[in-house]
């Protein structure tokens, strides 16, 4: 097979999901883990994301300058020793976070064509995202 992806091996094709990690902001190989087990799912600009302290991820795009801090109040659910579970949000918790910078995606094309009527259009967006650093969780 013509895939040329590594380390892992699947039906004799080789493939890794680092790609897809890193454009998500997940989890990068050999990267140091974290040292606690605790983490939080936070709702982020319509999204849910499973976050840990000292994380970098890219969520969609917050105000801010670079060095600002962020605080998110939307904890659904706090794990780790003692899990704590929201309904719908945990009251009291909220997550902050410093605002590295901000990005945005690949181009993605928008081609538009009706035949034999000489209309084209052709069109590009790029989404604007917001890296961040995630802090201590505050309970």
């Not at 917050?62 to 801090?69: C, N």
């Not at 918790?93 to 690949?106: I, M, N, R, Y």
């Not at 009527?117 to 069109?123: E, F, I, M, P, S």
Request: hydrophobic letters at 35%; aromatic letters at 8%.
């Amino acid at each position: 097979m013509l895939c040329d992806f590594t380390p892992s091996v699947v039906d004799g094709c080789r493939f890794t999901l680092a790609p897809v990690r890193r454009r998500l902001g997940g989890p990068q190989p050999g990267a140091p883990q974290a040292e606690s087990s605790m983490f939080a799912i936070v709702e982020i600009g319509g999204k849910q994301f499973r976050l840990s302290s000292g994380q970098k991820l890219y969520v969609p795009y917050q105000g801010g300058e670079a060095g600002s801090t962020l605080t998110f109040d939307n904890v659904l659910f706090l794990g780790g020793d003692s899990p704590k579970v929201g309904a719908p949000h945990v009251k009291g918790a909220s997550v902050p976070a410093t605002v590295l910078g901000h990005v945005k995606s690949d181009k993605v094309i928008v081609f538009k064509k009706k035949r034999r009527k000489r209309y084209k259009v052709l069109k590009g967006h790029r989404q604007d995202y917001t890296q961040i650093e995630i802090g201590d969780f505050k309970v």
